[in-house]
């Protein structure tokens, strides 16, 4: 009688063939980047006019944004149409992830590493939209509404967007933070009633982080400071529930092991 194959690999790979396999995959999310970032590049200068929408709005009759580099009107847009590409190419590194790690999980893994993974690139779209839509608005109307009097509003290219980047990938790392917690309590590291008793210190890092990760203004670091405290919360709901699947996750492990062949 022939033996059933696992649903998972029982064989090492050679350490060759991992790289092999891991070179493969980085070439993939390459590759996607590239052909997203060909096909975006004709609309650069577009894509630039609509991340600088939210600041544009805000300037003084008259002004506009300036280039204090020559290279500047090429290279700003060439650089955010690079960067969106990556982020619209996320779903193909993600799949690639997925499909690099997933032969070495079991089943009970796999139900909760998928949608960890799912559910942190579609947070880190939502941290940048919470950014974009929300935040941007705010923060430039505060700014505008404070600059002195005899001056005038009037940003360069690069230093917006180095700005509006910092404030995306902070926003978006903010919100990977319900991924992270049920992430330390499924691996056992600290669980749910430590966290709840050691809530005060982490509002404390969640202002220390927004100190660090935003501009030196109260505002942007409040807007960032707090939806990190929610999403803290939220991370404890569902550690909850990752907590109370531990019993099944053992019988599931038991599960997976390759059933016993008989002559």
């Known amino acids: 009688m022939s033996e059933q194959k696992p649903d998972y690999e029982d064989q090492e790979m050679p350490l060759v063939s991992h790289l092999t396999e891991l070179r493969s995959r980085l070439l993939r999310c ?20 609509f991340a600088s929408e939210p600041i544009r709005r805000f300037l003084p009759e008259g002004a506009t944004m300036i ?35 997933a032969p070495g999980l079991y089943k009970h893994e796999k139900r909760v590493a998928l949608p960890l993974l799912i559910s942190s690139i579609l947070l880190f779209y939502a941290g940048m939209a919470f950014a974009y ?23 360069d290219l ?19 933070i319900p991924v ?8 056992g590291i600290v669980d749910v009633a430590y966290l709840q008793k050691i809530r005060p210190y982490v509002i404390v890092g969640c202002f ?3 100190m660090i990760l935003t501009p030196p203004d109260v505002l942007s670091q409040t807007m960032l400071a707090i939806p990190m405290w929610l ?7 569902f550690g ?13 492990t038991q599960e997976d092991q390759p059933p016993a062949t008989h002559p």
């Open 180 to 187: 992270a917690t049920v992430l330390l309590i499924w691996i």
């Open 30 to 49: 390459v590759l996607a980047t590239f052909l997203i970032f060909a096909g975006l590049f004709y609309f650069a200068q577009k894509i630039y006019a």
């Open 67 to 101: 280039s204090t580099d020559v290279t500047s009107p090429f290279l700003a847009p060439f650089k955010l149409t690079l960067v969106v590409s990556l982020f619209l190419a996320m779903p193909v590194i993600l799949h690639q992830v997925w499909s690099f790690i």
């Open 133 to 155: 839509f929300l935040v941007f608005p705010v923060i430039f109307h505060f700014f505008s509404s404070i600059t002195p009097e005899g001056a005038m509003m009037m940003p």
């Open 231 to 237: 999403l803290f919360e939220v991370g404890l709901v």
């Open 208 to 210: 220390v982080v927004g």
């Open 158 to 176: 690069n230093s917006y967007l180095d700005f509006i980047l910092t404030l995306f990938f902070a926003f978006g790392l903010a919100f990977e």
């Open 240 to 252: 909850r529930l990752v907590r109370k699947r531990d019993p099944d996750e053992k019988k599931d």
